[in-house]
RNA sequence: GGUUCCGUGGCCGAGUGGCUAGGCUGAGCUCUGCAAAAGCUCCUACAGCGGUUCGAAUCCGCUCGGAACCUCCA
């Protein structure tokens, strides 16, 4: 049996707006995508957010022995800001800023990104498709909807005719609006549009004399629409239906709605089978974004190099903040609430480290009432999890774990008096959720050898003069090392350990 | 204006009909040469008003407050 059959998994879909059971297309195997970066510009945390909760839920399905595929995409081609027809290429437009070529922007940010996501360690997707690198395909799917009636050009540009496929289809379906609404709502057409409908969306636009980024297509010198791309490389890797789409809750509208419809237009079947939004990462109750003008980049962060930090804070603890709320509420960034998750995490972490050196000899008198907490304990770790990939719920288990693991430490528990089997399953839970599924490893230190082999010296030298009841010295000892960030800690059998704190 | 969501204890943040969330802070206790760490205990809430129900933070209605989307955004 299977962790994924023991513990089958419920996630709440965008489309129906409720959570339901998870059944993959093909059993065992799941595949999904998310919508990755437009790489014009720095990554700021908000942008984290989402894909460190998409991270989450790829490294869980694993872990529960899914297969998984998940594809990521890297948005290389200018969306068009402002309006859809008459908006600036962006990464066209960074690039004459900078007096760079387009690719040397992308390639740029995309090398930032992906250093953001090392940092917060969110593992690689299995496949980062490029949209420039799918220009035929994006091209094939415009002429299909053409020649199926569900899209027209003008003027070199393809447009796709929403209330064409509003005949057949539900336009609107995921984010609950009807055509006629948003016929009604919004910006007028103007004359200089081409498009039928304001309602209609851009699969293929005409470049202009100085737009850089163009391919050669049926239509004359141009490049794709925004939403295209995704449509493309989705079917591509993952097939003309799959499990999981997942983005960013301000993805929804329009993006997302005007996938399914080309989707479902172009291969005459939905798409996705699981739409999953994760929500904003806020700054006093607003959405975190660049043209707000509140937003945090990493290195901002991790130096407290920002108006509204009072100090840096690291990635993990960054990481562990994030997944104490659910994906699908919105998260208020402040500095209390970092503090709160530092110390937090910081037991968690500790946590961590003792129960990969505690380990059972021998199994006497066995504590059934002990065994039986413990095994629930690793039991709710799933289950938790598996309920809509719960991390806040998840990580309050935890905190019980780590709350046992320091009574196995202390000796008030007595770790062989636990049920062999239960003992190892609890260890490898507490670690697997830890490390494996919320990706929380322990905060890199300055830790090495030489560090270790020096504290070592002192901490045995100071056990001596403890021995000799030379407190003023074994006090100073600790005192100078904690104030240059090395606090000992003894314990209870005159052990000494140390942590480095940061 | 349209669509949708939210309002939980000092702070952050889970929970969607009956059962302890959890973290941080604060107070006390235990252990310790003293600390630190750790363990235990306490402070116990669901914006307001009304309704449904044996029973509601949880369902329904209204009021107040906040947010997101409808333009590019994760």
Known sequence: MKLYEKYPVHLSNSLSGEKEKFETITPGFVGMYVCGPTVYNYAHLGNARTFLTFDTISRYLRFIEYKVRYVRNITDVGHLESDAD????KIGKKARLEQLEPMEIVKRYTEDFHSMMRQFNILPPNIEPTATAHIIEQINIVKKLIDLGLAYEVNGSVYFDVKKYNQ????????????EELMESGRELDSQDEKREKVDFALWKKASPQHIMRWPSPWGEGFPGWHIECTVMSTKYLGETFDIHGGGMDLKFPHHECEIAQATGANGRAPVKYWVHSNMLTVNGQKMSKSLGNSFLPAELFTGNHPLLQKGYSPMTVRFFMLQSHYSSTLDFSNEALNAAEKGFKKLSNALSLIKNLNQEKQEGIN???????????????????????????LAVLFEMASRINDLKSGTLKINSIEKIIFTTFKSTYIGMMEEVLGLTEDASINNNLVDGTIQVLINLRKKVRADKNFALSDKIRDDLKAIGIQLKDGKDGEMSYEIEN
Not at 86 to 89: R, V, W
Not at 170 to 178: A, K, P, V
Not at 369 to 390: G, P, T, V, W
């Open 86 to 89: 008459e908006g600036e290429d």
């Open 168 to 179: 057949s289809h539900h336009y609107g379906i995921l984010s609950g609006r009807n055509i």
């Open 368 to 394: 059934s009432e002990l065994s039986k907490q413990l095994a629930l304990l690793a039991d709710e770790c799933f289950k938790n999890m598996s309920d809509d990939f719960n991390t806040a719920k998840t």
